[in-house]
């Protein structure tokens, strides 16, 4: 019994090394681009997991406009048209990688649907917050950036997404999280994004 536990836990050891050996931390194989100007990423715990790293990776690209470093604007400096496409594209691949090794994700679902917003593929980028919603019905925090996707996603100067009564149901309880939870961010969705008023209004909320 002691030489079978003592096996097990050799096979056990062996695994975690192999597995370890193929992350971005030990194989130079397994590094991308990122916004940083090289392979590293801000959370450096992310460097031992493929997809958190992918994840990073892809948030950082999507972020890039409010980081400082070399390879970005200054805080009060948006990247030109161009570039700022670039880096939705670069997030989109990340991204999509993220959420293929880790469906369960839906911090990346969201960021992923607020990739294709920012090429304008809005079908796209509805399916990919449906999947976050799904996820993660009830979160205070991904609530504040749903709810600032779907303003994008519905906003009557364009072509707006066609919401089913699931997503209106999610969109509700995402205003909810804020109201109960963060209620400056409530406050700031319901004046800034006037045509979702109706869902902040839902179930007698007030600011």
């Known amino acids: 019994m002691k030489l079978l536990s003592l096996a097990l836990l050799l096979l056990s050891g062996a695994s975690i ?41 892809g948030y950082g690209f999507l972020a890039a406009d409010a980081l400082v470093s070399g390879d970005t ?25 993220s959420v293929r090794l880790d469906p369960g994700n839906a911090y990346a679902w969201a960021s992923l649907g607020w990739g294709y917003a920012r090429i304008a593929d809005n079908e796209l980028a509805i399916d990919a917050l449906r999947k976050s919603w799904k996820l993660a019905p009830n979160n205070r925090v991904l609530a504040d950036t749903r709810i600032a996707l779907i303003g994008v996603l519905t906003t009557p100067d364009i072509k707006p997404v066609i919401l089913s009564d699931i997503d209106t149901l999610a969109i509700q309880r995402d205003f909810e999280a804020l109201h109960r939870f963060d209620k400056g961010a409530f406050r700031f969705h319901a004046e800034t994004l006037p045509h979702l008023q109706p869902f902040a209004n839902a179930g007698s909320l007030t600011m």
């Open 73 to 97: 604007e200054a805080r009060d400096e948006l990247a030109d048209p161009a570039l700022a496409e670039q880096r939705a594209l670069l997030a989109i691949e990340a991204l999509k990688t």
């Open 17 to 57: 090394i192999v597995t370890l050996s193929e992350t971005p931390a030990f194989d130079p194989d397994a590094r991308r681009e990122t916004v940083l100007g090289d392979w590293r990423v801000a959370a450096n715990t992310a460097m031992y997991d493929k997809g958190a790293y992918a994840f990073q990776r």
